[in-house]
């Protein structure tokens, strides 16, 4: 398993897509996908960026009945995509239909993480508007306990959280953690944000990094910079 920056690709159009991606002459960044992105443009954009060379995380969150997920998600599973992800709170049933719907005939299958807290959510927003009355971390290691019973292969979580999953869950237990911002970036609405350097001493295997990539002056630079704080020595 290699640790990599995925580029969170949140924006509205293919063509302000490809516009990003023709900044990258040499490299073929590891990209997200996410919602924005996927409901303007549909599944063609995940072929097309595959067909470039690119690993994708197709970041949709599906979160309903097991049985809608098993279908959903055999759908996306002919995208070949190397990443996608359910929502951990959607219990153990349904990240089991999920596994089983993603995995395709021959037994090949991309990575399934689950979601166990965004990183938006802090811990008196999840008590207060989500009633749960855990506490935050209590809350994202039961979730990710749930996900590797269900067969999953990680969480994404916070980076803070990173190496106590991996004490609760094992070593090759994947984490993908988003909330990562330069030491002298914005950190929008994130709220839980560590460096790339911090995220990998906190133990992220992935880091998703968005807007310090996608809307700096230089995104090869930016990107570059993030893969050399993130990997230390391997950069």
Not at 149 to 164: F, H, I, K, M, Y
Request: aromatic share 6%; hydrophobic share 40%.
């Amino acid at each position: 398993m290699s640790k990599d920056v995925i580029i969170a690709c949140d924006f509205n159009s293919k063509a302000d897509l490809m516009a990003f991606l023709e900044n990258f002459k040499e490299e073929r960044p590891f990209l997200k996908i996410g919602m924005e992105l996927f409901y303007a443009e549909g599944p063609a954009i995940v072929k097309e960026i595959k067909a470039r060379g690119h690993k994708i995380f197709l970041d949709l969150k599906l979160h309903d009945i097991p049985n809608t997920v098993k279908k959903a998600i055999s759908v996306l599973s002919d995208l070949d995509v190397d990443l996608c992800n359910v929502h951990a709170s959607g219990t153990i049933a349904m990240m089991e239909a999920a596994l089983e719907g993603f995995t395709k005939k021959d037994g090949s299958r991309g990575l399934l993480i689950a979601v166990t807290q965004l990183t938006s959510t802090s811990e008196e927003r999840m008590q207060n508007d989500l009633l749960i009355d855990r506490s935050l971390e209590e809350t994202v290691m039961h979730y990710a306990k749930n996900t590797k019973t269900a067969g999953l292969d990680g969480v994404v979580c916070s980076p803070w959280e990173a190496n106590r999953v991996k004490a609760v869950c094992g070593d090759e237990f994947l984490t993908i953690t988003p909330g990562v911002r330069f030491a002298d970036g914005d950190a929008g609405d994130q709220v839980r944000i560590a460096t790339p350097q911090k995220a990998r001493e906190l133990g992220s295997d992935y880091i998703v990094v968005g807007r310090p990539i996608t809307q700096a002056a230089d995104p090869v630079s930016a990107y570059r910079r993030c893969l050399k704080e993130f990997l230390g020595g391997e950069a």
